[in-house]
C-alpha cells in the first residue's frame, strides 16, 4: 500500500459480510497484538486492515515513532485508500504513539477510535478537541503515569470519550488478559457506534470464537 512517497505494509482481511472496518496500528511497525485484536474483530463481522507506519528502512529511527505528524499522515492515507476501496465505515484501534496520530488523522468515513495503551496525550489540544467520533482509551491501571497524563489530554475532547483501566495492568497491554480485555472492550466499542445505516443494513453475522482471540504464552 503507497501513502504519500513511501510503501507500507498491510494486510487486510474483508469479507462480503463485513459491517465496517477496524484499522489497527502500532507506533511503528505493527505488532503480534494487533493481529490477534483483529482475528477477534473479524469474528465479530468487522473486516481489518493491519497497516505499518513506517517502512522498513524507517524502523530503529526514534524520532520517526515520536513523530505524530507524520504518523497521523500515513495513517489517514491508509484509511483514505481503504475508504475509496470498500466505501465502508472504519474505526481506528490504535496503541502506543499511533493512539495520539489516530486523533490527528480523521477523515471521511471514520466512526470510532479505540486506543490500546497509547498516547493521545501526545496529539496536539486542537486535534483532540476536534475529534468528533466517540472515542474509547483503554489504560493499564498500573500506567499511573500515562494515565494521568490521558486524563489531561480528554480534557479537551469535545467527542463522546471513555477511559476505561484494565486491572493489574502495565502500559502496552500486550500480555494474554490483557489483550482478551482490550478485544472484549473493542469489539463491544465499535459495535454500538457502528452508524445507524450499518446496524439495520447489515445485520452482525453469527461466527465461531476465533482461536487466535489472545497472544500465546511466551
Do not use: F, I, N
Given at each position: 500500500m503507497?501513502?504519500?512517497?513511501?510503501?507500507?505494509t498491510a494486510r487486510l482481511s474483508l469479507t462480503d459480510s463485513d459491517r465496517a472496518v477496524?484499522?489497527?496500528?502500532?507506533?511503528?511497525?505493527?505488532?503480534?497484538?494487533d493481529r490477534c485484536l483483529a482475528r477477534v474483530l473479524?469474528?465479530?463481522g468487522f473486516g481489518t486492515l493491519v497497516t505499518d507506519l513506517l517502512a522498513a528502512d524507517e524502523v530503529g529511527c526514534p524520532h520517526d515513532v515520536f513523530d505524530v505528524p507524520l504518523l497521523a499522515g500515513r495513517l489517514r492515507g491508509a484509511a483514505t485508500w481503504l475508504y475509496g476501496r470498500t466505501g465502508l465505515p472504519y474505526a481506528y484501534v490504535a496503541a502506543d504513539t499511533a493512539a495520539a496520530a489516530a486523533v490527528g488523522a480523521t477523515a471521511p468515513g471514520l466512526f470510532a477510535i479505540v486506543s490500546r495503551g497509547g498516547r493521545p496525550d501526545l496529539a496536539s489540544p486542537a486535534a483532540l478537541a476536534a475529534v468528533r467520533v466517540p472515542t474509547l482509551i483503554v489504560v493499564g491501571s498500573l500506567d499511573t503515569r500515562v494515565?494521568?497524563?490521558?486524563?489531561?489530554?480528554?480534557?479537551?475532547?469535545?467527542?463522546?470519550?471513555?477511559i476505561v483501566l484494565v486491572p493489574?495492568?502495565?502500559?502496552?497491554?500486550?500480555?494474554?488478559?490483557?489483550?482478551a480485555a482490550v478485544a472484549d472492550l473493542a469489539r463491544e466499542w465499535l459495535s454500538?457506534?457502528?452508524?445507524?445505516?450499518?446496524?439495520?443494513?447489515?445485520?452482525?453475522?453469527?461466527r465461531p470464537p476465533s482461536p487466535g482471540a489472545v497472544l500465546p504464552q511466551a
Open positions: 503507497r501513502t504519500g512517497r513511501v510503501r507500507l477496524a484499522v489497527l496500528a502500532s507506533g511503528g511497525r505493527s505488532t503480534l497484538a473479524h469474528q465479530a494515565l494521568g497524563r490521558t486524563r489531561v489530554a480528554v480534557d479537551w475532547m469535545r467527542c463522546e470519550h471513555r493489574g495492568a502495565p502500559h502496552l497491554l500486550t500480555g494474554p488478559p490483557e489483550l454500538a457506534r457502528l452508524p445507524r445505516t450499518v446496524r439495520e443494513e447489515r445485520p452482525s453475522p453469527v
